[in-house]
């Protein structure tokens, strides 16, 4: 950004990033060192800009030792690109994946966390020849990636503009770093993974709709052509290195095949996010397993979860936790009509003990242990109640592994936390301004309302500049504050201290609709 408060030593932004899509760009910007140019694109996406930013208050490693060092070493430097998005080029390279399965070749089909079965994920990531895991769609054409770590935050972002679709995910790491490390550089291939495993169920469907049945006999259900979507356009714009026999077998169906209704179509893509973290969550907590001998504490590791895919006019939101999507948005008819009437919608669960639901849920499951909830965490030890990894809270086996006062005592029925994710899915209006996606960092200083009505003022002003990281400038601004100090002061204390006076934070901020800003969003630091 330039002009501002600048964010100096102990406390530099540890990632910024922007990005504008390129279409109907303004010919008299001017090139430079820091916005990359690319070439026009057609405009399909329902995105103009985003920009990310994220500063670190946790003192933490640099890198994994998870899944002997593979993650930290191999995976995670490819990543982190904190300054710019960049792109990806096609390449005959293994994906990431391919190269943390081949560490595990012989343990992946028999996870201990999820039994080798013909009806489990772990079962089909083996045994199914299609699709393969290295046909990821980071090969293709024009993908731009970024993303970086911020104390024990992982934020990453991928964008397809030439396709039309954005994916965020923020990992809010706690007591350690290396669950939110695991998903950072594995959780993005297991979904690319599992929507080619839903296209190639829609192919195996549309060889039973060429003969007129349905999978199970019965005559398939056709949708009228003003509420269906064509699932095959969607998955083919993601994934353009197709296995060729994959297809094939869409081609030759093409023709035959009944359109699917829209909602189903959404349940498809939202079960396969949320099989994706599942199969995230048996593989981390089986390296766990192999590791905890000579990492006890990696049982106690974990993080949140937020993921957010805009494809089209579809945002979905998928999370563990109480990281937030934010949505501002006009009511009808007042769009653009001034910051009082921008509403703050939030697109996602929190996922705590504050939160009445949730705490009664946590209740219910556990009705024999009175002890579910100490001092307003689960057994005392955790605030949120949905969260990946921290496996000593889901398996007495796991729990088995730490000593004395670290271990959890009357482990009566675990699992106490939760994997099961919220899901939603959100349609785009016109109404619909931006989205601010954010750890729950952001949200200990600011409201839903005020962090959107901070980011739209900007925007006004600024229509050039950077929201993201002007919003962590704000909340610097307010935490040293409530601190009593100076905002030179608090960021001069060094990370792992200045954890008492405001958490890891990352936001991004995802500029909706088709208005094209003069710039692409800062990058500089």
């Known amino acids: 950004m330039r002009g501002g408060i600048m964010i100096k030593p102990e406390g530099e932004l540890k990632v910024s ?25 057609r405009r399909n996406s329902s995105f103009s800009c985003l920009s990310g930013a994220a500063l670190s208050a946790n003192a933490t ?72 895991r290295s046909e990821g769609f980071l090969n293709a054409m024009e993908v731009q990636v970024a993303g970086g770590a911020a104390g024990e935050d992982r934020v990453q972002a991928v964008c397809s503009e030439e396709n039309g679709w954005l ?39 549309s060889i039973k709709a060429s003969s007129g049945l349905d999978l199970d006999g019965s005559l398939p259900y056709i949708e009228d052509d003003s509420n269906t979507i064509n699932e095959e356009r969607f998955l083919s714009q993601i994934y353009t290195d197709r296995d060729s026999s994959v297809d094939n077998v869409s081609k030759n169906a093409s023709c035959a095949k009944p359109k699917i209704s829209t909602d189903s179509f959404r349940h498809g893509v939202l079960d396969s996010l949320q099989r994706a973290l ?53 009511g009808d008819g007042d769009f653009m009509n001034g910051s009082e009437r921008l509403k703050a919608i939030q697109l996602t ?106 980011v739209h003022s900007y925007i006004l002003s600024n229509p050039s500049g950077d929201p993201a990281k002007f919003l962590l400038e704000q909340l610097v601004v307010r935490a040293a504050n409530c601190a009593g100090f100076s905002m030179e002061e608090l960021m001069n204390i060094p990370a792992g201290r200045r954890r008492k006076y405001h958490d890891d934070v990352t936001v991004i901020v995802i500029i909706l609709g088709t208005n094209q800003r003069t710039t692409k969003a800062s990058t500089c630091v």
């Open 349 to 454: 669960d929190s996922h705590t003990v504050d939160d009445e639901g949730e705490r009664m849920r946590v209740l219910c499951d556990h009705p024999d242990d009175p002890m579910t909830i100490v001092a307003g965490r689960v057994k005392g030890k955790l605030k949120v109640t949905r969260a990946f990894g921290v496996g000593y809270l889901k398996k007495k086996k796991l729990n088995d592994a730490l000593m004395g006062i670290l271990q959890v005592r009357n482990l009566m029925s675990p699992p106490y936390v939760s994997t099961q994710p919220s899901l939603n899915v959100h349609r785009i209006s016109k109404s619909d301004c931006f989205v601010v996606v954010g750890s729950d960092g952001l949200f200990d200083f600011f409201t839903n309302d005020e962090a959107v009505k901070l």
């Open 61 to 132: 490693l640099a890198n994994t030792n998870i899944c002997n060092g593979l993650i930290g070493a191999e995976i995670l430097p490819s990543w982190d690109s904190p300054n710019s998005f960049r792109r990806v080029p096609s390449s005959p390279t293994l994906s990431r994946l391919d190269i943390l399965s081949s560490s595990l070749q012989s343990s992946m089909s028999n996870l201990s966390c999820s039994p080798s079965t013909p009806d489990s994920d772990s079962y089909l990531l083996k045994s199914m020849s299609p699709p393969s």
């Open 17 to 41: 990033f922007g990005y504008q899509c390129n279409s109907n760009r303004d010919s008299s910007c001017e090139d430079s060192d820091e916005y990359e140019t690319l070439p026009e694109l």
């Open 167 to 205: 994916f965020c995910a923020i990992y809010d790491g706690f007591n350690g770093r290396d669950a939110a490390d695991f998903l950072a550089g594995t959780l993005y291939e297991t979904i690319v993974f599992y929507f080619k495993l839903l296209d190639w169920e829609s192919s195996q469907e």
């Open 278 to 330: 599942s199969q995230s969550e048996n593989d981390f907590l089986y390296m766990v397993e192999q590791e905890m001998e000579d990492r006890p504490d990696l049982v106690s590791v974990g993080s949140c979860v937020l993921v957010v895919l805009l494809h089209g006019k579809d945002l979905y939101t998928l999370n563990l936790g109480d990281s937030r999507a934010v949505l501002a948005t006009y």
